[in-house]
């Protein structure tokens, strides 16, 4: 039986914001979206309802309409959890409402939309970083920042960082901390380029480097293929590792990349003592060989040869020596080029699939795909096909069936032989 089947409610309850009254709303969810995104720290989620007014909210009364009688205003509490024909679950108990809309009235039923959000997000939203970090591993701030300012109990998962400076929080939210930090974090290895990612998954809260993402080993092997093909078949093909839809984005915009400095930048760095830049400015090159990172496709890069001779984008920056001029305090030349450069770069291919329900993949997971060339559907095109990493992914629940859609990106074209 097909993944793509449908998935049962093994529980839906929402929680009004008093915390008083109690709905099972499983009846009467028509459609329902969950959401996933490595650029973002938070979990988000969208329900379509259909209400015919036969709720029991208050007290032995049966004929209630949810959106009145709760009432329905905004930051509602939902218990919910879902298990798919792989009999994997889905469970989510810490999403609040942040905007009910789309209220419509038709044959006697109500139709409306809830949209849903992580309940950190509130938290996020009246809590600043009023303290100075201490100058140690981006990672341990980052922990540091969840617990105490956040004052969450979420799992929290990372990989080291050898970047250690001291930051100063000015009032700013923990999010908003966070994220300065990760654009200005190292991986573990010297030779490895910055940037890291600050996301939030059913897991837990992740706080990963991009080289440390690329390097993952495939969570899952998909296929795709126009041959109609049951679970009968002698190949002993598995539905559940079917692809049902795919297309591929068009990214390789090169104006766009000439104006991130994706094939090369140059960097100036200003002592604030003497009002000089430091020494001479520092170039960077996409084909620079000492700029060694983890790819997800093949790893040699073919930048052409005229965008690279030259600098497309300047960087400057102000020398971080504190109060102290002879010690540095944050090292620019590890990451002021580097990073806008891997994040950019991980767009270099995009592809959008929707694959049978798979609740136990994440974003930040990496996967690998099999696409056939164009009139042969028994050879594979190497050029598509590969590791991809896992960059949003939303799981789709309606009474009839259930899929994942998944948006996939990598750094490099083509499969990784190597």
């Avoid at 809260?205 to 049951?230: C, G, I």
């Amino acid at each position: 039986m097909s993944a793509s089947e449908y998935s049962k409610y093994l529980q839906f309850d929402i929680t009004s914001a008093d915390g008083e009254k109690t709905v099972d709303i499983s009846p009467g969810v028509s459609e329902f979206r969950f959401y996933e995104d490595i650029f973002s720290p938070v979990m988000t989620s969208k329900i379509v309802v259909m209400d015919s007014g036969k709720n029991r909210i208050n007290g032995d009364k049966f004929n209630e309409p949810l959106y009145s009688g709760l009432p329905i205003q905004g930051y509602e509490s939902f218990k919910i959890k879902i298990e798919n024909q792989r009999k994997q679950i889905l469970n989510l108990n810490d999403l609040k409402c942040f905007l009910p809309s789309g209220l419509i009235t038709k044959n006697n039923n109500e139709f409306f939309s809830l949209n849903l959000i992580s309940k950190d997000y509130f938290t996020d939203s009246t809590s600043r970083v009023q303290r100075k970090l201490p100058a140690v591993a981006s990672n341990q701030n980052v922990e540091s920042i969840l617990k105490r300012e956040l004052q969450t109990d979420k799992q929290y998962f990372s990989n080291p960082s050898t970047s250690k400076f001291s930051y100063q929080g000015n009032n700013r939210k923990p999010f908003t901390v966070i994220m300065n930090i990760a654009g200005r974090s190292v991986g573990d290895k010297p030779d490895k380029s910055s940037g890291f990612l600050f996301y939030e998954t059913r897991r837990g809260y992740n706080f990963f480097s991009t080289d440390y993402l690329s390097s993952q080993s495939s969570a899952e092997e998909y296929f795709y293929t126009n041959v109609m093909r049951t679970q009968y078949d002698p190949q002993g093909f598995d539905l559940n590792r079917k692809i049902l839809s795919y297309s591929e984005e068009q990214t390789k915009d090169i104006i766009k990349v000439i104006q991130y400095g994706g094939y090369g930048s140059k960097r100036y760095v200003i002592n604030p003592y003497t009002t000089s830049t430091i020494d001479k400015p520092i170039e960077f090159k996409i084909d620079d060989s000492s700029f060694a990172i983890d790819t997800l496709g093949k790893s040699a890069w073919k930048a052409p040869e005229e965008l690279t001779e030259k600098q497309s984008r300047l960087f400057s920056a102000v020398l971080d020596l504190e109060n102290d001029p002879s010690e540095v305090n944050i090292d620019y030349s590890q990451f002021l080029s580097q990073s806008p450069f891997r994040y950019n770069v991980l767009f270099s291919q995009v592809i959008n699939i929707t694959i049978p329900s798979n609740f136990d993949l994440h974003a930040g997971d990496v996967i690998s795909v099999n696409i056939p060339k164009v009139g042969c559907n028994y050879e594979y095109d190497d050029d598509i096909s590969g590791k991809y990493l896992i960059k949003e992914l939303c799981h789709y629940i309606s009474a009839q069936q259930s899929y994942t859609y998944l948006r996939l990106i990598r750094d490099t074209n083509g499969r990784k032989t190597q």
